[in-house]
């Protein structure tokens, strides 16, 4: 379920929820779900997924999963030909592995406990101007997250990623 929608003066609010459900627990877990992750030794963003988690960090026969941005467009930073957006983001999940004994090699765990990861992106670095010629029209960004909760990291440091976007206009 994806909802976008404007709130006047405060900027776009963007919900994405995901769900999935088998009720065979003793599926091979590659036919698992694994949460959505974006790699957090990746360089580039990917939108709408959990940018702090490791790929098949965690795998469930049941989940659910929230992302929430929040953008302030162009409300914030101003300038003539150079209008930077401020981007919140937050996002959630949680999954159920039952049977967990049943896989072997598993590389996922469980998630029940629930996933969170929030933070800012800053798009549109570059003047829109600069960016149709230098970058073929793309315009470069940077989105910093931090995971909490339950699975955080025991080192703090590695509970943040700073990711690059990239971020066209038609």
């Known amino acids: 379920i994806e909802a976008s929608y ?13 769900s999935g459900w088998t009720d065979r627990p003793d599926l091979p877990w590659p036919l698992l ?14 939108p709408f997924s959990f940018g702090t988690m490791q790929m098949n960090e965690f795998a469930a026969n049941c989940y659910v999963a929230v992302f929430f941005q929040h953008n302030f467009q162009n409300l914030l930073f101003r300038r003539p030909r150079y209008e930077p957006e401020l981007v919140l983001i937050t996002n959630a999940g949680a999954g159920i592995l039952q049977s ?3 896989h072997i090699f598993l590389e996922g765990r469980s998630w029940e406990k629930g996933y969170f990861e929030s933070g800012i992106a800053i798009n549109k670095i570059l003047p829109q101007h600069w960016a149709r010629r230098i970058v073929f029209g793309m315009s470069p960004g940077i989105e910093i997250l931090y995971r909490y909760g339950p699975y955080a990291l025991p080192k703090t440091s590695d509970n943040f990623t700073i990711k690059l976007s990239m971020i066209t206009s038609f």
Request: aromatic letters at 14%.
């Open 100 to 102: 967990e004994e049943n």
């Open 33 to 46: 779900f694994t949460a959505k992750a974006g790699n957090r030794d990746f360089f580039l963003a990917t």
């Open 6 to 18: 404007a709130i006047p003066l405060v900027g776009r609010q963007t919900w994405l929820i995901e």
